[in-house]
C-alpha cells in the first residue's frame, strides 16, 4: 500500500510542461515524498524526492504543498523519451519504499 | 560508478525447484530491498535489509526468503516455485534508509514452466 493517490494517466504535447500530480493525506512528518519512473521494459528511475521544500534537479522539479498532504511533479518539457509510468511514494526510516499503480505518461509530437 | 548488478538477467525453472537470486548493490549502499513485478499486480515490495538486518518484509508467502551479506550484498531464494513466481525481481539500493533515492537494478526475468 503506498498510501498515495495518483490519476491513472495523463497525456502531454512534446515540449510543453507536465504536470503530475499526487495526493498523500495521511503522510507523517518524518515522510520524504519520492517519485520514480519506469520506462517500457526497464526498471524503475529515481526522479527527485523532497521532505518540506520545492526541489529542483536535472530531470524535474517537485513542488510540495505547505500542510504536505499532495505534491506535483513538474516535467519542464516533455520529450518523447519522458513517456513512462510515473510513482509517487513515501519512504520514512520505519517504512519501506512501496509503490501503487502511478501514472501513466503518454507524450504526443 | 557500477550500478546495481543483478544476476542472472533470466532464468527459467520447473515447478517444485528453488531459485537463489543476486543482487550487488552499488558500492557504499547499506540499503537493499526486492521487489517482485508482474502485469496483473504491478511492483510489490518484497524485502528491505539494512547493515545485514531485514527490517521489513512484504506479504509473500514464507517460500520467499531473503538475506544480506556483510559487504551488503543480498540474495534471495524462493523455493517450491510455482507458475505464479513467473516474475521480474528488482533489486535497489540506497546508502542509508532516507535521506536519498533508490538506484534500481535491471532485474531477473524468472520464468516457472
Known amino acids: 500500500d503506498a498510501k498515495t493517490t495518483q490519476p491513472n494517466s495523463m497525456e502531454s504535447n512534446e515540449e510543453e510542461p507536465v504536470h503530475l500530480p499526487c495526493n498523500h493525506s495521511t503522510i507523517s512528518g518524518t515522510d520524504y515524498i519520492h517519485w520514480y519512473r519506469q520506462l517500457p521494459s526497464q526498471g524503475p528511475e529515481y526522479v527527485i524526492h523532497?521532505?518540506?521544500s520545492n526541489v529542483n534537479n536535472r530531470m524535474a522539479s517537485l513542488a510540495i504543498a505547505e500542510d504536505r498532504k499532495s505534491s506535483t511533479l513538474i516535467l519542464h518539457r516533455a520529450t518523447l523519451r519522458d513517456a513512462a509510468v510515473y510513482y509517487c511514494t513515501r519512504l520514512s526510516g520505519n517504512t519501506p519504499l512501496v509503490f501503487g499503480k502511478g501514472t501513466r505518461l503518454s507524450v504526443i509530437a | 560508478k557500477a550500478g546495481v548488478t543483478q544476476t542472472p538477467r533470466y532464468l527459467i525453472k520447473t515447478r517444485g525447484q528453488q531459485v537463489t537470486l543476486s543482487c550487488s548493490p552499488i558500492?557504499?549502499?547499506?540499503?537493499v530491498s526486492w521487489y517482485q513485478q508482474t502485469p496483473g499486480q504491478g511492483l510489490q515490495f518484497l524485502f528491505e535489509y539494512f547493515s545485514e538486518t531485514q527490517r521489513n518484509k512484504g506479504n509473500f508467502p514464507g517460500r520467499f526468503s531473503g538475506r544480506q551479506f556483510s559487504n551488503s550484498r543480498s540474495e534471495m531464494n524462493v523455493s517450491t516455485l510455482e507458475l505464479g513466481d513467473s516474475a521480474l525481481y528488482l533489486c535497489?539500493?540506497?546508502?542509508?534508509?532516507?535521506?536519498?533515492?533508490?538506484?534500481f537494478g535491471s532485474g531477473t526475468r524468472l520464468t516457472v514452466v
Open positions: 558500492s557504499g549502499h547499506r540499503s
Open positions: 535497489a539500493s540506497s546508502p542509508r534508509l532516507t535521506g536519498y533515492g533508490y538506484t
Open positions: 523532497g521532505l518540506t
